[in-house]
């Protein structure tokens, strides 16, 4: 294939400026052959997932080292809490599926971890930026992105002076040329501070947020890494919980009952993400630096639900509230609290598969499994990132 387009290159009459885009398609042709074409006899050139986050990815590490999670988290995929803040699996985990790779272990998981086919340094409630509060005072987790980048470092040190042939646990030290790097991270940074400093005051630190993607992304490829997916921000100006819990009057609502002024400072963080993995692509021309637009899937699901087999969009399924929103801050799924007298619950529905939200907060598996299928067509990524053709991807069900 390499041969081919050389010599078409060579062979055909071209401008300059139609010359210089076929050298940059061949030249991200050559990145994705480097990549891809390490293991030509599996599935696909990833052997691996190396994955950064929250609790929108986190496969078990915030509950491995706070241990507490409880039912009814888990009960439509896994059948007990997983450590999964969600009713089964997460995008990471379909991901994993469709490159014919097993769920990842939370990095912070010392029983029954495997760390063959990559690790999970994601944990619930983590953000980009090292917190100035304690997990105790707002519940904001340890396990910033630079701590979490901190233990993939010490994990490849680990990996260079213990892996023998045969390993039961650890991968070969050329696993990290081979992997996928995946970042789903930024949401707390965003919605953390919202109540206390409003929209204008989050805008203020987000530019500081993309910069540290963007380190974190450099300091992993100096380790090896030449493929990297960043997931953008959902629409959370749709989330039942913000919408119950932040001020707004009903001119700042669309007529999909999402807030505008919130959604609209989203597609403002959204782009300047963007712009910061545009430019550390240019730094980096040897990697698949690569955009993921979630939020394009997610704003659908929550706008026309019934059009993708749901019926809820901004109601939670597991929650305790009006019929509108079925949430509320003072009580959340799974947990019981004595409010005006009265001892409740915030319980799941019977149909998860029916809601976009599982607790207010994080999407249900059914649509995180709407968002995966649609992004691994290939149709949300920026630049092209072809998934679906570079490997053979297995069907997700």
Known sequence: MQTVVAKTMARTPCSPKVSASLRKLFGIWMVLVGVLGQVADSKCGFKAIFNFGDSNSD????????????????????????????????????????????????????????????????????????????????????????????????????????????????????????????????????TSNLAAIGINGVKQYLPQVVSQIAYTIKELYALGGRAFLVLNLAPVGCYPSFLVELPHNNSDLDKYGCMISLNNAVVEYNNMLKEALLQTRQQLPHASVIYVDTHAVLLKLFQHPKSYGLKYGTKACCGYGDDTHNFSPKVFCGNSKLINGSNVTATACSDPYNYVSWDGVHATEAANKLVTKAILTGSFFYPPFPLHKLCHLQPIH
């Not at 014919?100 to 930026?129: C, E, K, M, W």
């Not at 789903?184 to 940074?189: K, L």
């Open 59 to 190: 496969t078990g590490g915030f509950w491995a080292a706070f241990p507490a999670q409880s039912p009814p988290n888990g009960m439509t995929y896994f059948k007990r809490p997983a450590g999964r803040a969600t009713d089964g699996r997460l995008m990471i985990d379909f991901l994993a599926q469709a490159l014919g790779l097993p769920f990842l272990s939370p990095y912070l998981q010392s029983i029954g971890s495997d760390y063959r086919h990559g690790a999970n340094y994601a944990t619930l409630a983590s953000t980009v930026l090292l917190p100035n509060t304690s997990l105790f005072v707002t519940g904001i987790s340890p396990f910033s992105l630079a701590i979490q980048l901190n233990q993939m470092k010490e994990f490849k040190v680990k990996v260079d002076q213990f892996y023998s042939p045969g390993s039961t646990n650890l991968p070969a030290p050329d696993i990290f040329r081979k992997s996928l790097y995946t970042f789903y991270i930024g949401q707390n940074d965003f």
